[in-house]
């Protein structure tokens, strides 16, 4: 049977995540199925079953970066919270906003080779073992689900491509069953961590548009062809003019039997689509520098799979690969 993630809509409603990498939001949607009726426990989590959170294969010193990062991310900034009470004798209403940190225990352990001096070495520890508690004041969003939840399957989160994407699939997962859902223009921008600079041509260019063609193309997931979200299109809501001021998503309601019904052991491998990949802004760390930048182009020479990489300054970066896997988990790992 395939991997569900369940949890209470408060994650949704009331709490900010961090920026997360695409490969972090895999990391903490294995975390909430682990923690499933488990959520008092203290989990510790090998290399190797850290290594199947990713989807896909990571050497022991590539783990220890992400995983690291991953943790700075948590420690720095957190996840905002926000809660709103109204007293009624007073009628006033109170809004109480913090910063919270989900996993008070996030504990990377990273192991060095003493034989090994370089540079990358130092860089890339190899990764041991992951130490993880969750705040007992969060761990109703795992024990306390009645009709208030948001469900999805595991594979199908773990299958999309780029942080915003799968951040915009949790969200409408939450209506799968009313087939809308309407945000504030600057709560959208905030849960999908949209860059402040980006003109609205960049969010439209950038970030809805490749979302919604992902979420609404169709695809083979558990020996099944369906489409995630049919006809899944968004409406930019204006007053006063031309500003924005919020945006809605409209597709097709799920009816309830279809994700409570479907059970295989067949899991999802998604087709390679090279196209989709450029335009894409990544942040690649190299054995000999970083390389920052977009994504251009992808083209085959000399048996390898090359990435061209252009700065900000027009400077271009070829970055060669053995074979497409290998191009797709460094995407996905360090895509910005």
Known sequence: ?????????????????????????????????????????????????????????????????????????????????????????????????????????????????????SAEAEKYPIFKSLEVRINPDFQYLLSEINSNFTRFELAEFMSLSGKYTKNLYRLLKQYRQTGWLQMEWQDFQERLHIPSDYEMCDIDKRILKPALRELSEPRNLFNQDRVIFENLKYTKIKKGGNKVTAIRFDFKPEQI???????????????????????????????????????????????????????????TTNLPFNDLESLEKCVKSFQI
């Open 257 to 315: 039997q279809e994700l409570e019904s479907q059970t295989t052991n067949t899991t999802y491998t998604k087709e390679p689509n090279l196209k989709a990949y450029c335009g894409l802004y990544v942040d690649i760390p190299t054995t000999e520098r970083q390389v920052t930048g977009k994504i251009t182009n992808i083209y085959n020479a000399n048996e390898k799979i090359i990435m061209e990489i252009m700065d900000e300054n027009f400077n």
């Open 1 to 117: 049977m395939q991997e569900i993630v369940k949890y209470h809509n408060d994650l949704n409603d009331k709490i900010v995540f961090p920026d997360f990498k695409e490969q972090e939001l895999n990391i903490f949607a294995n975390l909430l199925c682990e923690f499933k009726e488990r959520e008092t426990e203290t989990l510790i989590f090998s290399a190797d079953e850290v290594s199947k959170f990713f989807g896909s294969a990571y050497n022991a010193g590539a783990l220890g970066f992400i995983m690291r990062e991953m943790a700075e991310r948590l420690r720095t900034l957190g996840f905002k919270w926000t809660r709103t009470e109204f007293d009624r004798k007073r009628e006033i209403e109170t809004i109480t906003t913090a910063y919270i940190t989900m996993f008070p225990t996030f504990y990377v352990k990273c192991e060095k080779n003493p034989k090994d001096t």
